[in-house]
C-alpha cells in the first residue's frame, strides 16, 4: 500500500513540476515534513522532472554547438 501511495505522490509530484511548479513549491513548504510515501513520492516526481529539464538543456547546448561547429567548417572551407 505504501508503494501505491508513493507511486501517486511522484506521478502528481511530476506533474505539478511541469504544469504548476509554483504551486507544488507551495505545497510542498506548507506540509510538515514525515515519512510521508505520498510526499517523498511528490518530491522525487519533482526532481525527476527537472532532471529531465536539465538533460534536455544539455541536449539542446550541445546540439546548437555542433550545429555552430559544422557551420564554421563550411566556412572554413570556402
Known sequence: ME???FIKG??????????QPGLL??????????????LEGLKEGQKQHE???Q????KNS???SNTQGKSN????NR
Not at 505545497?27 to 510521508?36: Q, R
Not at 567548417?73 to 572554413?76: F, I, R
Open 55 to 58: 538533460r534536455e538543456q544539455i
Open 10 to 19: 511522484f506521478n502528481n509530484g511530476y506533474f505539478l513540476a511541469e504544469h
Open 25 to 38: 513549491n507551495t505545497l510542498l513548504k506548507g506540509i510538515n515534513s514525515g515519512d510521508s510515501s505520498f
Open 3 to 5: 508503494d501505491q501511495q
Open 51 to 53: 532532471n529531465e529539464l
Open 73 to 76: 567548417d563550411k566556412n572554413l
Open 62 to 64: 550541445i546540439n546548437r
